[in-house]
């Protein structure tokens, strides 16, 4: 079983900006009520809240968890400070630096489906938004084996239901495909929640962002342009195919669209 090699998934840079740029501990979206303000802290706090209903969403009797794309090690602190015995899991190199600041526990640096688990070992495993990243059949296979009988998966991500909505449809499980992937492995779902609407609001956020974003960067850069209008015209021309891409992105960060064509789900699995 080798370490994983040098790509995205061990170095991935949006979720590093998430965190040393915007102070995030958490990177999932989260759960928001309809009457908050589009706020660094009513996002922290939607973040908590959606954390806090997967913690009371554990079933009694669980003792030992994996915690799967366990990010920056959040979610373990606080499964710890609850009284679970816990162990996470991520193939990124940074987050594996940030777990080990804050937590003596043991660390998986491996891809899911590269992770060969002791059988039967864990009582619940947890992929908060970390599961689209892993083959379907791989989520399903490896948390069969290395959960106990009776054990439960939990699963918290955004699903495609639309296949025709451009740069939308291209993240995330096919919803169809993923339950029944779920139900040809044996699992039986205990537990459902549909939070897209709760959830969606994180894309505002990310909108505002953006937006603020590119009007510092139009501050920054306003003099140079007077001053140098045809230097500033050819750096453009230059970096045309990232602007592009950029641009071509943005429609990643509409809330209403993501709604339409996705939806974030809450699964709680019991293997049979
Ligand atoms: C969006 S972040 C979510 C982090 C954390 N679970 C949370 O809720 O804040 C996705 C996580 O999945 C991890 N990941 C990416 N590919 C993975 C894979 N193939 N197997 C397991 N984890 C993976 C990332 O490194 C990251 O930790």
Redesign the pocket.
């Known amino acids: 079983m080798s370490e994983p090699q040098s790509d995205k998934?061990s170095n991935?840079t949006a979720?590093r900006f998430y965190r040393d740029v915007l102070g995030l501990e958490?990177?999932?979206y989260g759960i928001w009520n309809d009457d908050d303000e589009l706020t660094f802290d009513a996002l922290k706090e939607a973040q908590a809240r959606y954390e806090n209903y997967l913690l009371d969403s554990i079933p009694d009797g669980s003792s030992k968890i994996l915690?799967?794309?366990?990010?920056t090690g959040?979610?373990c602190v606080n499964l710890q400070k609850r009284g679970y015995d816990v162990e996470g899991?991520?193939?990124?190199r940074n987050?594996k630096g940030y777990f080990a600041e804050k937590l003596k526990v043991p660390f998986h640096h491996f891809?899911?489906?590269d992770f060969e688990p002791e059988a039967g070992k864990y009582d619940c495993i947890i992929m908060?938004?970390?599961c689209q990243?892993?083959p379907v059949n791989r989520v399903f296979e490896n948390a069969a084996v290395a959960l106990r009988p009776g054990g439960h998966l939990m699963v918290c991500d955004y699903f495609v239901v639309d296949h025709e909505a451009g740069i939308l449809s291209k993240s995330g499980h096919d919803r169809a495909a993923f339950l029944k992937a779920a139900e040809g492995n044996g699992y039986k779902i205990v537990k459902q929640r549909d939070i897209t609407h709760e959830a969606a609001k994180t894309l505002d956020m990310g909108k505002l962002i953006a937006d603020r974003i590119l009007m510092a960067a139009d501050m920054f850069t306003e003099r140079f342009r007077k001053k140098h209008s045809w230097t500033f015209g050819f750096v453009k021309w230059l970096a045309r195919k990232k602007i592009k891409k950029m641009e071509d992105q943005l429609p990643l960060l509409d809330a209403k669209r993501f709604s339409e064509v996705k939806r974030y789900e809450f699964y709680l699995f019991e293997k049979a």
């Open positions: 998934a991935d979720l958490r990177l999932h915690d799967v794309g366990c990010g959040e979610m899991l991520s193939p990124d987050q891809k899911f489906e908060s938004e970390s990243y892993i």
